[in-house]
């Protein structure tokens, strides 16, 4: 009798957990999975702002979790915020900008959307930022919000302790006050990596040569 007991409490507990974590499959990164392709990042093509070795400079890639990324079709696109709890953001993101993609990060347990389009109406150097939204699938909170000049959803990565990051590369051009153009062999830019709270971890200034 006791083993029959145990039996079927050791069933109950096993239903419980595949039925959660089925659940949460399903609210979570199965949210439109036939939405969308995976995503290779090997490296950037015509990365004009050296993101890859901006990176490298700040962060040991060998020490990332498992990041993959999966890429929104655009033709689902709206198919797949409809079944998040951002649409009313995700609309108002679009709203104000374009050449829009769409991303989901998964690493372990962590599910984020990643969205990057272009500031409308953007003039002088803002006509070469990116600007970015992240929101976690798991759970309702703050989206994360930066601007950079490089374009790649791997600028949103999770750390081998489950950290969230952000890389964003600025502007380091020098610029008279005169108004007179210097000629440069190189851009001048600054690399920074971020925490979740969007606190500065590091900075460095770097020569982009392409």
Same mark, same amino acid.
């Given at each position: +009798? %006791?083993?029959?007991?145990? /039996?079927?409490?050791?069933?109950?507990?096993?239903?419980?957990?595949?039925?959660?974590?089925?659940?949460?499959?399903?609210?979570?990164?199965? %949210?439109?999975?036939?939405? +969308?392709?995976?995503?290779?990042?090997?490296?950037?093509?015509?990365?004009?702002?050296?993101?890859?070795?901006?990176?490298?400079?700040?962060?040991?890639?060998?020490?990332?979790? @498992?990041?993959?990324?999966?890429?929104?079709?655009?033709d689902?696109?709206?198919?797949?915020?409809?079944?998040?709890?951002?649409?009313?953001?995700?609309?108002?993101?679009?709203?104000?900008?374009?050449?829009?993609?769409a991303?989901?990060?998964?690493?372990?347990?962590?599910?984020?959307? %990643?969205?990057?389009?272009?500031?409308?109406?953007? /003039?002088?150097?803002?006509? @070469?930022?990116?600007?970015?939204?992240?929101?976690?699938?798991?759970?309702?909170?703050?989206?994360?919000?930066?601007?950079?000049?490089?374009? /790649?959803?791997?600028?949103?990565?999770?750390?081998?302790?489950?950290?969230?990051?952000?890389? /964003?590369?600025?502007?380091?051009?020098?610029?008279?006050?005169?108004?007179?153009?210097?000629?440069?062999n190189?851009?001048?830019?600054?690399?920074?990596?971020?925490?979740?709270?969007?606190?500065?971890?590091?900075?460095?200034?770097?020569?982009?040569?392409?």
């Open positions: +009798m %006791v083993y029959k007991q145990i /039996t079927l409490y050791s069933l109950f507990l096993t239903f419980i957990f595949l039925n959660y974590n089925c659940k949460k499959e399903i609210l979570t990164f199965d %949210v439109g999975k036939d939405l +969308m392709v995976s995503y290779k990042y090997s490296s950037i093509k015509n990365d004009n702002y050296c993101f890859n070795d901006v990176f490298d400079s700040l962060y040991n890639e060998k020490l990332l979790n @498992d990041n993959r990324y999966f890429k929104i079709v655009n689902s696109l709206s198919d797949f915020y409809k079944k998040t709890e951002y649409t009313e953001l995700i609309q108002q993101f679009c709203e104000y900008t374009f050449l829009n993609e991303y989901v990060l998964k690493s372990g347990v962590n599910n984020y959307l %990643v969205l990057i389009g272009k500031s409308r109406g953007a /003039t002088g150097i803002g006509v @070469d930022y990116w600007n970015y939204q992240c929101y976690s699938l798991e759970k309702k909170s703050k989206a994360i919000e930066f601007s950079s000049l490089s374009k /790649t959803p791997k600028s949103i990565f999770f750390s081998k302790e489950n950290g969230l990051h952000f890389i /964003t590369i600025d502007d380091n051009y020098p610029r008279p006050a005169d108004g007179k153009e210097l000629k440069l190189y851009y001048p830019i600054i690399g920074s990596l971020y925490n979740e709270k969007e606190e500065i971890i590091k900075t460095i200034d770097y020569n982009c040569q392409n």
